[in-house]
T-cell receptor, first 115, second 112 residues
Framework: AQSVAQPEDQVNVAEGNPLTVKCTYSVSGNPYLFWYVQYPNRGLQFLLKYITGDNLVKGSYGFEAEFNKSQTSFHLKKPSALVSDSALYFC?????????????FGQGTTLQVKP | EAQVTQNPRYLITVTGKKLTVTCSQNMNHEYMSWYRQDPGLGLRQIYYSMNVEVTDKGDVPEGYKVSRKEKRNFPLILESPSPNQTSLYFCATGEQLNTEAFFGQGTRLTVV
């Protein structure tokens, strides 16, 4: 079955330190991978995506993510965290061969950046 | 301004009373979908539509209906709501499959 896992419910990091939010996936075909961020009382906002090509993808607000096919992972990273990065982050996957429009989300990881 | 507009934002209703949550987009996107968000479960897809008059079930379609009579609108219908449909609902749109999605602000529904 197709699935996405975010193994950490919460990640705590000090402002200025690097952050990583983990995501692993399981799909039968080649994946399309996405990261979204949700601020309180708001809808989800797109951060970045991997379709094909370079394994390191750069996105909005200084975030980047690394696609690792052998480890089936797509971890979200940022070199220097800001307090304003505190939010709920979702990894999502679609897969090339499905053509169904189904987007599968992980359960979400709360990022807490402390001053 | 590009927008996905959901209404209402908040709704409290009683079991069995039919309701509709509207979703409208001004980006001329072909692809629209509905999700529900529950704590610890992330977002789960209810229904999606790849174009006008084309809809299909997502992962949790039971108890819901949708229609896509026009490109810009994709209402979610609960014919007979039950308490287990208490959730936060999001409408999303995209240019096509496998592109980034644009989400509405969400509708918090409580069924008592």
């Amino acid at each position: 079955a197709q699935s996405v896992a975010q193994p950490e419910d919460q990640v705590n990091v000090a402002e200025g330190n690097p952050l990583t939010v983990k995501c692993t996936y399981s799909v039968s075909g080649n994946p399309y991978l996405f990261w979204y961020v949700q601020y309180p009382n708001r809808g989800l906002q797109f951060l970045l995506k991997y379709i094909t090509g370079d394994n390191l993808v750069k996105g909005s607000y200084g975030f980047e993510a690394e696609f690792n096919k052998s480890q089936t992972s797509f971890h979200l990273k940022k070199p220097s965290a800001l307090v304003s990065d505190s939010a709920l982050y979702f990894c999502a996957v679609d897969y090339v061969t499905s053509n169904t429009g189904k987007l599968i989300f992980g359960q979400g990881t709360t990022l807490q950046v402390k001053p | 301004e590009a927008q996905v507009t959901q209404n209402p934002r908040y709704l409290i209703t009683v079991t069995g009373k039919k309701l509709t949550v509207t979703c409208s987009q001004n980006m001329n996107h072909e692809y629209m979908s509905w999700y529900r968000q529950d704590p610890g479960l992330g977002l789960r897809q209810i229904y999606y539509s790849m174009n006008v008059e084309v809809t299909d079930k997502g992962d949790v379609p039971e108890g819901y209906k949708v229609s896509r009579k026009e490109k810009r609108n994709f209402p979610l219908i609960l014919e007979s709501p039950s308490p287990n449909q208490t959730s936060l609902y999001f409408c999303a749109t995209g240019e096509q499959l496998n592109t980034e999605a644009f989400f509405g602000q969400g509708t918090r529904l409580t069924v008592v």
